[in-house]
């Protein structure tokens, strides 16, 4: 659980340096911001593309080997990012960050339902996802510190370096269950509870299966929810201080202190959102209640991000964010209902097709923000299109998604 929380914060951490140093990387690279906006977008084209054959790559080889290789090079790509000198150069980076960063939340999909039994997930699932949030809630500070006193350029220094050391330790730790120091009672328990401890590691990628898999109404439901839960998330990730910069006219200290609640409070989200969803399965709550419930309830609160709009006060616009964001959090638990619902042997196929649609959100959202930047010069339209995905979201997963049963193919 260590391992995968501390990857998933250094994943989040590196592919979105770039939206913190954005503000006085644009002057210094004269980009404007329909350029910035398709910068943004860069990552995930390559990430969303290479998610199925990252998965494959993921049930081919195992955890172990897929982490390690993904995580050295993403973070030698983030170090590489400090020496761009033009659109060109850090536009051909970021596409190579998104092919590197894909097999990550496969790979976390596929230790949660290995090792933890089925009501054990959600709480699982929440401790890695919030390092999507904790390490720019209580690092944003020192980024802007940094980034004031050194550069821009440094943040990806640092963060590449940092991420390099990460892929020998987690060679040097991570072990499947069968190979590790668990004994034949743990992962007895692991399975009794609907782990997949005793499932083979290595299997190879059948295309009948995955057509089969994309046929069902589970896929659909939960690829639709999780595009629009994403797209909010982008939004931090990528335009937040820009819209603190620009339509609030912060200055950096205050931007490096404001932007810390919104992520705080995402971070609550999703501890909450997953102690919730296994709380109410352990009490005998139906899967579809227990795993849906949560999510549906984010995503509909996530839509109150447009009341931003509306008001004047910094103060009140942060709290608002922060609502809209600890909702957001809530409705990341989508990678637990990967863990449910993926075929035995498929975790990597199902989790790549899951993330796939997810982060066309971080295609779509990035540039359709920049283009309402460059087309109105306001935020205003870009918040109103955010809480409308998310609307459609929750839609999704009330009448698409179905069961939240694992898929048995014929």
């Known amino acids: 659980m260590a391992l995968i929380a501390t990857g998933t914060l250094i ?34 084209w390559t990430y ?25 090079f993403w973070s030698l790509f983030t170090l590489c990012q400090a020496f761009v000198g033009g659109v060109g150069s850090l536009l051909g980076i ?4 998104g092919v590197a960063e894909s097999p990550c ?30 390490g720019l809630a209580f690092l944003s500070p020192l980024l802007f510190v940094m980034m004031a006193t050194f550069g821009w350029r440094s943040l990806f220094l640092a963060a590449g370096a940092i991420g390099l050391l990460f892929a020998g330790i987690w060679w040097w730790k991570y072990r499947e269950p069968g190979e590790s120091r668990a004994n034949a009672g743990e992962i007895a328990k692991i399975v009794a509870g609907g782990g997949l401890a005793g499932t083979p590691v290595r299997q190879r990628l ?4 995955v057509r089969r898999l994309l046929a069902r109404r589970q896929m659909w439901g939960i690829c ?28 950096w200290l205050k931007i490096g202190i404001f932007a810390v609640a919104p992520f705080i409070a995402a971070s609550v989200g999703v501890l909450f959102g997953g102690w919730w969803s296994d709380t109410m399965l352990r009490r005998g709550v139906s899967p579809n209640v227990a795993r849906k419930l ?4 984010g995503l509909l609160l996530a839509s109150t991000i447009v009341a931003a709009n509306f008001v004047r006060s910094d103060t009140l616009m942060i709290a608002i964010l922060s609502l809209a964001f600890f909702a957001q959090g809530m409705a990341a638990l989508g990678w637990t209902l990967v863990s449910d619902i993926a075929p035995e042997g498929m975790l990597g196929v199902t989790g790549g097709v899951f993330n796939l649609a997810a982060n066309l959100a971080g295609i779509v959202t990035p540039i359709v923000i920049g283009a309402i930047l460059a087309a109105t010069g306001s935020f205003y339209y870009a918040l109103a299109f ?10 999704s997963y009330i009448f698409i998604l179905g069961n939240v049963e694992r898929i048995v193919l014929d």
């Open 294 to 297: 949560p999510i549906i309830l």
């Open 105 to 134: 939340f496969p790979a976390n999909s596929r230790v949660v339902a290995t090792w933890f039994p089925r009501n054990e997930r959600a709480v699982a699932t929440s401790i890695y996802t919030v390092g999507e949030y904790i």
């Open 386 to 395: 955010i809480g409308l995905i998310a609307l459609m979201g929750a839609l």
């Open 206 to 209: 059948e295309l009948r299966a």
């Open 11 to 44: 994943n989040y951490l590196d592919r979105t340096i770039l939206g913190v140093a954005a503000p006085i990387l644009t002057k210094d690279l004269g980009i404007d911001a329909a350029l910035m906006g398709v910068i943004f977008s860069a990552f995930s």
């Open 94 to 97: 970021r596409l190579l960050l």
């Open 224 to 251: 639709l929810g999780q595009f629009a839960g994403n797209s909010t998330l982008v939004f931090f990730l990528t335009w937040f201080p820009t819209y603190l910069a620009t339509e609030r006219h912060m200055d």
């Open 48 to 72: 969303a593309a290479s998610q199925v054959p990252g998965g494959a790559f993921l049930d081919r080889f195992g955890t172990r080997v897929t982490y390690c290789l993904s995580v050295g």
